[in-house]
């Protein structure tokens, strides 16, 4: 498969690459989610599953020209120059907001993630019996994983493998967080720290679990994509709906854990309205300036929907 697209497309989708990479590193929402808000979630999985016997051969039958096209090259090479660029810049960014603001940060993904549930839900014909047990399916899942306890573990050679073979799987997965999934595991410190001291075995061996996972996990998705597209639909919007507990702006800490610097860090919090946030934790809850970023969030989803029905 190859789309062709103009330069001003490529330079468009580069940026879509840069918001995919941003939302990666925020342990509770998904660069599958701005995949499908910028409407190239498809696309991606097809890409991906692209990459197979058949591919190889044409590389060796036909010449790396072919292969290119056959693997639609040129939209996977631009995406992914976006993902790399926001993690070695704006990823930091992300993560001092996460550290210093998060309210303000949770807020804008938190108006995000709901206005994208009406955007997938919005592209389901008719709604029957099967698609409401699909989309409240995913729902309970996507929930039930944001009340798990993150655990500690040691960084063993299975572990970082299994641990990015799942991890990835749920990055390109609207509605969980591979992030998100990696604190659960306990590898979420060990991975940020491998990639700042530069840990070429601990972070090969990450990648090659993401490789084995996002090559079995995409040809699964295609394959529901093109047997039960509004099933898979309604199960996506679940899961966008139930993660949406994991990013509620307003937490109390309600145990602490010690990482790997002796540092505390919260291992076990819950949800609070926002007028009880400051009684309980004695730090201003910016709950006007929050309300602004949810609206925010929500104004670019419903901003980026009729700009794509104008397009269509």
Not at 59 to 74: E, I
Not at 201 to 216: A, D, E, P, R, T
Not at 235 to 257: D, I, R
Request: hydrophobic letters at 55%.
């Amino acid at each position: 498969m190859n789309t062709k697209r103009t330069m001003q497309q490529y330079i468009a989708l580069f940026f879509k690459g840069v918001m995919m990479g941003a939302a990666d590193v925020v342990p509770g929402v998904s660069g599958g989610t701005i995949a499908f808000i910028t409407g190239i979630y498809e696309e991606l999985i097809n890409t991906i599953k692209s990459f197979n016997l058949a591919a190889l051969k044409v590389l060796f039958t036909k010449g790396p020209k072919a292969f290119w096209h056959q693997v639609n090259g040129s939209f996977l090479m631009v995406l992914l120059a976006g993902i790399i660029a926001s993690i070695a810049t704006i990823a930091g960014a992300v993560l001092f907001l996460l550290a210093n603001h998060p309210i303000l940060l949770w807020s804008f993904f938190f108006g995000l993630i709901l206005a994208s549930v009406w955007l997938v839900m919005s592209h389901i014909d008719k709604w029957d019996f099967n698609l409401v047990c699909s989309f409240i399916s995913g729902a309970l899942v996507a929930y039930l994983v944001t009340t798990i306890a993150p655990v500690s573990v040691e960084p063993t050679a299975l572990m970082v493998f299994v641990s990015g073979a799942i991890a990835i799987c749920a990055m390109i997965l609207p509605g969980i967080s591979g992030s998100f999934i990696l604190l659960l595991l306990g590898m979420y410190a060990h991975i940020l720290a491998a990639v700042k001291g530069v840990d070429l075995q601990l972070i090969g061996l990450f990648m090659m679990g993401c490789v084995v996972g996002i090559m079995s996990f995409s040809r699964l998705l295609s394959w529901m994509f093109s047997r039960y597209h509004q099933m898979t639909l309604a199960l996506l919007a679940g899961f966008m709906l139930g993660s949406l507990n994991k990013v509620w702006p307003w937490k109390y800490t309600l145990a602490y854990t010690l990482n790997r610097h002796g540092e505390q860090v919260p291992l076990q919090q819950e949800n609070i309205l926002p007028w009880h946030f400051e009684s309980m934790t004695g730090t201003p809850s910016y709950m006007l300036l929050a309300g602004a970023l949810m609206l925010s969030g929500i104004a670019i989803i419903v901003v980026m929907e009729r700009f794509q029905a104008a397009k269509g």
